[in-house]
């Protein structure tokens, strides 16, 4: 498999460094995006190839939750044939392998984006809440540096979780 490197990594603190590094807007079924980001899911399947440069993914969780609920950092894509990339990512993708097979039909190659340090927004925000022209990307769309900014401010600020944050609060 091919493995593509992304430049610019941040410092530990969730944004990237490099001013070439881009963010996208992903369109994921909820259930996956609740999978990203309780860190069962590793790797997003994808048709087509994510830049290089991309450094993030804001997760935007399709219906019926139509809201933005988390980011992750793209660590690496690899490439190859879906077989080769079910065989090395088919226990960390969280799907099933008909399923797998299902959105692979007919394609010569697949791509597994490797994901890393997942985090959650406590309240989802609408799209409209962070620009009112956005509009949810069929696969995925980059993000300006302004919506980038406002994206992240509401990351960054006491609405997020990791996974480790979360601790099982019920009644014994």
Known sequence: MAPVHHPGRDGGNGMAQSDSGRVALFSIHPTYAEAILDGRKQVEFRRTRLPADVTHMVIYATA????V???????ETESSSPRRVWA????????ARKAFDSYYAGAATAHAIKVRNPRRLIEPVRL???DPNLRPPQSFQYLSRELLSATMGELTSSTV???SDRT????V
């Open 168 to 171: 099982n609060n019920s009644a």
């Open 64 to 67: 019926p939750v139509q809201r």
């Open 88 to 95: 090395a990512f088919g226990t960390v993708g969280a799907i």
């Open 69 to 75: 609920v988390g980011i992750v950092e793209v660590e």
């Open 161 to 163: 979780s990791r996974p």
């Open 128 to 130: 409209a809440h962070l």
